[in-house]
């Protein structure tokens, strides 16, 4: 199963996407200009294949829902992401709260 709903943070809308998958789900909360992700995201990658893409992105791990995307602390985040003050360690929330301020 798929959903896609608003999540609201501080006021500020987004968008959060689970994926109900054998064994495991898939989270996301995304924005415009960048978003977070479960563990399933492939940082590397993004930084060094897509690099061209300057894609804004983070992963935090051990999450089960979107609420723990949004508490957890990012373990690993894009070098495209550290324009909007992304470090490893900032919550999703705090992330998340930087593409819009």
């Known amino acids: 199963m798929v959903t ?9 809308p987004f968008t959060a996407v689970s994926v109900v998958l054998p064994k495991t789900n898939l989270l996301v909360v995304t924005h415009e200009k960048g978003y977070i992700m479960c563990g399933a995201l492939d940082v590397d990658l993004l930084n060094e294949k897509l690099a061209d ?4 992105a983070g992963r935090a791990v ?4 979107i609420q723990d ?5 990012l373990e690993k985040v894009t070098v495209g992401s550290k324009v909007y003050g992304w470090e ?10 930087k593409l819009v301020r």
Do not use: C, H
């Open 4 to 12: 896609v709903e608003p999540v609201w943070i501080e006021g500020v």
């Open 88 to 97: 490893e360690g900032i919550t999703g929330k705090e992330a998340m709260l």
């Open 62 to 65: 051990g999450v089960r829902s």
């Open 69 to 73: 995307l949004l508490d957890a602390p």
């Open 53 to 56: 893409r300057n894609i804004v």
